[in-house]
């Protein structure tokens, strides 16, 4: 929500860059300071502040530089509730998904790799940009992992992830 000032929000919250944590700064009297998080049903962290909910991640972010973030926000270590501005990092959606964890979804255990049933053999293939990047086929699901892994970090830099 870009349209409530950042000020606005520093004038109610506060944000420990450390700890990743939230305190309200106005409260009623006999109140909590507390501020009061809900877990969204992507795990998200979300906050109600200024008559509005935000995510936990982009409010930590817009608190401690001044500005809210023009892009994505991406939680290096994949842990959508560590909220602390050293585990921030200011990205493209495609540079988000890179730095995704493993897809419930996927059969071999390792990401980007694949059973190939009628080559009898482990597929290797990273996207980028929705273009897929073939890695080559392995009898060995171990060495598929290697070059998926090799892979990933040529193609996808700081924010590939391997798990």
Not at 33 to 60: C, E, M, P, W
Not at 102 to 118: A, I, P, T
């Amino acid at each position: 929500m870009k349209d409530v000032p950042v000020e606005k929000i520093a004038e109610l919250l506060s944000y420990d860059p450390e700890t990743g944590l939230f305190v309200r700064k106005r409260y009623i009297v006999g109140g909590d300071s507390a501020v009061k998080q809900r877990l969204d049903h992507d795990g998200y962290l979300r906050i109600n502040v200024a008559k509005g909910t935000f995510k936990a991640h982009r409010l930590a972010w817009a608190l401690h530089y001044g500005r809210w973030p023009a892009g994505d926000v991406d939680h290096i270590n994949c842990d959508r509730a560590d909220n602390r501005i050293a585990n921030l990092r200011e990205c493209n959606r495609s540079q988000n998904c890179h730095n995704s964890s493993l897809r419930r979804n996927n059969k071999s255990g390792v990401k980007g790799v694949s059973w190939s049933g009628r080559r009898k053999k482990w597929h290797v293939q990273v996207a980028v940009n929705r273009k897929i990047h073939n890695g080559g086929m392995y009898a060995d699901i171990a060495e598929a992992e290697a070059v998926a892994v090799a892979l990933r970090a040529r193609l996808h830099g700081e924010f590939s992830n391997h798990g």
